[in-house]
T-cell receptor, first 114, second 118 residues
Framework: AQSVTQPDIHITVSEGASLELRCNYS??????LFWYVQSPGQGLQLLLK??????LVQGIKGFEAEFKRSQSSFNLRKPSVHWSDAAEYFC????????????FGGGTRVLVKP | EPEVTQTPSHQVTQMGQEVILRCVPI?????FYWYRQILGQKVEFLVS????????KSEIFDDQFSVERPDGSNFTLKIRSTKLEDSAMYFC????????????????FGEGSWLTVV
C-alpha cells in the first residue's frame, strides 16, 4: 500500500532563515506529488506539484520542492521564511490510478520565531 | 481564481442526528471528493464521485455515509446517524475538467466544514 511519511512533526525556524520539510513516499511507481499548506482554521491550499519533467518545481509563496527518485523523496524548501509561513504543511501522493485519490502525510507544523 | 466552497463552516450536532454538508465544486470540474481530518490526525480520503456515481470509497465510508449531486452545482455528504467519532473537519474537493484524464489532475480543496458531534 502506498504511504507518505513526513518525519518531522514540528519545526521551529527563525524569520528569515531557510526551511526544509521532508517527505518520503512508498509506492511502486513514481506517483504524482503535491505539497499543500493549511493555515490555522483554513482549508488546504496547493503550494506546488510534480507530475513529470524537471525535478525541481517552483510553487507559490516562494516555495520549491525537489523530487529525488533514488530517495523516494519530495522535500519542500524556502530560502527565507516569513512569519506568515507559520502553518501546517502536508505532502500528498496521487498513485496515478484513475480517480485522483490522494494519500496524505501526517503533516509538519511550522512555527516561525521573530 | 475559481474555488470550491463549502457550507456550513461549523456545525454542532447531537449524536444520532443526521447531518448534510454541502459543497459547490469548481464549475467545470467532473471529479468530486470528500476527505476528512480528525483533529491532530492525517487528512483521509473518504469517497470520490464521477459521472453521478461513486468511483471509489474508503473503509471509513460505511453505510452511514452517502453522497449526492442533487443538481448541476452542488455536491453533498450526508451522515445518517452521527457518532462522536465523526467529529472532524470535512473537506470537499474537485478536479479534472472536460478532456482531462481521470488521474494526474490537481485537486482543489474547499476550506472545510468543522463538524462537532456532542
Amino acid at each position: 500500500a502506498q504511504s507518505v511519511t513526513q518525519p518531522d512533526i514540528h519545526i521551529t525556524v527563525s524569520e528569515g532563515a531557510s526551511l526544509e520539510l521532508r517527505c518520503n513516499y512508498s509506492y511502486g511507481a513514481t506517483p504524482y506529488l503535491f505539497w499543500y499548506v493549511q493555515s490555522p482554521g483554513q482549508g488546504l491550499q496547493l503550494l506546488l506539484k510534480y507530475f513529470s519533467g524537471d525535478t525541481l518545481v517552483q510553487g507559490i509563496k516562494g516555495f520549491e520542492a525537489e523530487f529525488k527518485r533514488s530517495q523516494s523523496s519530495f522535500n519542500l524548501r524556502k530560502p527565507s521564511v516569513h512569519w506568515s509561513d507559520a502553518a501546517e504543511y502536508f505532502c500528498a501522493v496521487d498513485g496515478r490510478a484513475a480517480g485522483n485519490k490522494l494519500t496524505f502525510g501526517g503533516g509538519t507544523r511550522v512555527l516561525v520565531k521573530p | 481564481e475559481p474555488e470550491v466552497t463549502q457550507t456550513p463552516s461549523h456545525q454542532v450536532t447531537q449524536m444520532g442526528q443526521e447531518v448534510i454538508l454541502r459543497c459547490v465544486p469548481i464549475s467545470n470540474h467532473l471529479y468530486f471528493y470528500w476527505y476528512r481530518q480528525i483533529l491532530g490526525q492525517k487528512v483521509e480520503f473518504l469517497v470520490s464521485f464521477y459521472n453521478n456515481e461513486i468511483s471509489e470509497k474508503s473503509e471509513i465510508f460505511d453505510d452511514q455515509f452517502s453522497v449526492e449531486r442533487p443538481d448541476g452545482s452542488n455536491f453533498t455528504l450526508k451522515i445518517r446517524s452521527t457518532k462522536l467519532e465523526d467529529s472532524a473537519m470535512y473537506f470537499c474537493a474537485s478536479s479534472g475538467g472536460p478532456g482531462q484524464a481521470s488521474s494526474g489532475n490537481t485537486i482543489y480543496f474547499g476550506e472545510g466544514s468543522w463538524l462537532t458531534v456532542v
